[in-house]
Structures are given as C-alpha cells and as structure tokens.
C-alpha cells in the first residue's frame, strides 16, 4: 500500500459561520470537508461574532499544502477579527 502525503487542516469556528465557510473553502478547491459540532475551551477570548446560533464547529479539510495555506490566509484575512477562530494543520498520509 502506496500512501500518499497530504496536509489536514483544522479550522474551530463559530457555527454561525459554517455556510459562509463551506463557501469559501470550496471556492479556493477544497474537494470535500467534514464538519462536527465542538464544545470546549480556549484561550481566545471574548469576540464581537454573532452567537445567535450558539456553540462551535470544526472543520476538517485534507488537500496539499498550498489548498490549506490559501484556506488559512483566506480566513484568517475575512474573519479571525471579528469571530472566534483557530486553525492548524498537521501532515497526514492519506491511505486510499
């Protein structure tokens, strides 16, 4: 079995941004994503984001690095001021 090298990106948000997310991430050439509902807690603080629908999601996204870097750059640009947001990325072997 040949695996082939990619890079996972994370991205905990606020869900009242998810439709706007899906758009933008398939926008700049994500393929595919999957999305959870996320509780927890951080570090990030209070922000002037919309909490009408309440709680945190996280999306996962696995492409080449340069997917997740436009991703990131695109995000952190359009939304890290006014809304809660983190995101990482870690090197994955994608196995099929």
Do not use: F
């Not at 807690?41 to 629908?53: A, D």
């Not at 436009?70 to 995000?75: C, E, Q, S």
Request: net charge negative; hydrophobic share 40%.
């Amino acid at each position: 079995m040949s695996a082939k090298p990619m890079t996972l990106l994370v991205i905990v948000t606020e869900a009242v941004l998810e439709d706007i997310l899906i758009d933008e991430i398939t926008e700049l050439g994500a393929h595919g994503y999957t999305i959870v509902d996320g509780r927890g807690r951080g570090t990030h603080g209070t922000r002037s984001g919309r909490w009408t629908q309440g709680g945190n999601i996280r999306i996962e996204v696995i492409g080449n690095a340069q997917l997740c870097e436009r991703i990131v750059d695109r995000l952190k640009t359009a939304y890290e001021h006014n809304y809660g947001l983190l995101m990482y990325t870690a090197p994955v072997e994608l196995q099929n």
